[in-house]
T-cell receptor, first 117, second 114 residues
Framework: AQTVTQSQPEMSVQEAETVTLSCTYDTSENNYYLFWYKQPPSRQMILVIRQEAYKQQNATENRFSVNFQKAAKSFSLKISDSQLGDTAMYFCAFEMGGTGANSKLTFGKGITLSVRP | DVKVTQSSRYLVKRTGEKVFLECVQDMDHENMFWYRQDPGLGLRLIYFSYDVKMKEKGDIPEGYSVSREKKERFSLILESASTNQTSMYLC?????????????FGPGTRLTVL
């Protein structure tokens, strides 16, 4: 079974600074996908960024980028130029490659990020 | 835009009641999911469905059942609600059949069982 570990329950960052959220996972699969989801206070969960394990290049989405280290099974999220709207809970998630029953996500416990003005 | 809606934002039920949580998506997605979210535990998968009338157990199916009679609707059923089922319940859908598809989440239902 796959596991996802987010060891930091909370982090805080000053507005406009950079912060990195950590995530490690455990799997024996070679084909899989990794995600970061964001859940703002009292709002819906949305996708921030995703990474295909077969791609060596790290994914980026505007101010969000990942550091994907496949051998180390590490998948950290870097948020540059932090904004007040980045205050949220962030979840790292894993999905096996394939279809049907392999479409399910395994989530970490989440990290609460607070951006200070 | 993809829209996933859940029948209630807040729900209060009594122990032993039968509870129905409804989820509807409007984008013809193949896959639908039910999670519960608890502080310090993250999201845990209860059940999912990758086709109409198909269902698969997730990590914590005990005490729950599901129904998917139509593609757009996925219902979570608590046959006899208990206090340990007090939680936030999140529904999600994804296009399928490829597993790279993003999951889109509903706003959640905060269920309190007294």
């Amino acid at each position: 079974a796959q596991t996802v570990t987010q060891s930091q329950p909370e982090m805080s960052v000053q507005e406009a600074e950079t912060v990195t959220l950590s995530c490690t996972y455990d799997t024996s699969e070679n084909n899989y996908y990794l995600f970061w989801y964001k859940q703002p206070p009292s709002r819906q969960m949305i996708l921030v960024i995703r990474q295909e394990a077969y791609k060596q290049q790290n994914a980026t989405e505007n101010r969000f980028s990942v550091n994907f280290q496949k051998a180390a099974k590490s998948f950290s999220l870097k948020i540059s130029d932090s904004q007040l709207g980045d205050t949220a809970m962030y979840f790292c998630a894993f999905e096996m490659g394939g279809t049907g029953a392999n479409s399910k996500l395994t989530f970490g416990k989440g990290i609460t990020l607070s951006v200070r003005p | 835009d993809v829209k996933v809606t859940q029948s209630s934002r807040y729900l209060v039920k009594r122990t032993g009641e039968k509870v129905f949580l409804e989820c509807v998506q409007d984008m013809d997605h193949e896959n639908m999911f039910w999670y519960r979210q608890d502080p310090g535990l993250g999201l845990r998968l209860i059940y999912f469905s990758y086709d109409v009338k198909m269902k698969e157990k997730g990590d914590i199916p005990e005490g729950y059942s599901v129904s998917r009679e139509k593609k757009e609707r996925f219902s979570l059923i608590l046959e006899s609600a208990s206090t340990n089922q007090t939680s936030m319940y999140l529904c999600a859908s994804s296009p399928g059949p490829e597993s790279t598809d993003t999951q889109y989440f509903g706003p959640g239902t905060r269920l309190t069982v007294l």
